[in-house]
């Protein structure tokens, strides 16, 4: 925590330290916090080691909380990661379910049109089965055909 502190200082002393500014690229307060430290440390070097311990305990104390912020954030990134894989999981189950019992309801016109020498309208059935592509579909299809055992 930083503090206002009003002083006075030698004009001329003033005006050369701000014309080298672009020299040491430093502000009053870090100058004065130098010089304090400095005259601390040779006066009395017990406050100096006990100032400075402190100052290193308040970064470490902020590190923590930044830390612990973080550890936070990346657990609810990997709960979210999670919680969105198991909804695809759930998705692909409802999918697959829906398809299956489509499936059941017009498997036997399309084996009877197979049979005929007839191919049912896979561009319609798609669809209808929830796929984007015919090809896919006529693989999943055939495959579902091959798992109920039915021949052609």
Sequence with gaps: MKIKTTTSIDPYLKSSFESTQSLH??????VLEAGIKQILEEVSPLDYVQLTISQKEQELSELRAK???LEVLEKQRKVSKKVES?????????LEDFRNKRFSEHV????????KGSEPNWKNMAPRYQFSN????KKWFFGKMNEEGIVL
């Design 86 to 94: 198991e909804k695809d999981g759930g998705l692909d189950i409802y």
């Design 67 to 69: 830390f612990a912020e």
């Design 108 to 115: 036997e016109s399309a084996v009877k049109m197979l049979r």
């Design 134 to 137: 015919v090809n896919d579909f």
């Design 25 to 30: 690229n430093k502000s009053f307060s870090e």
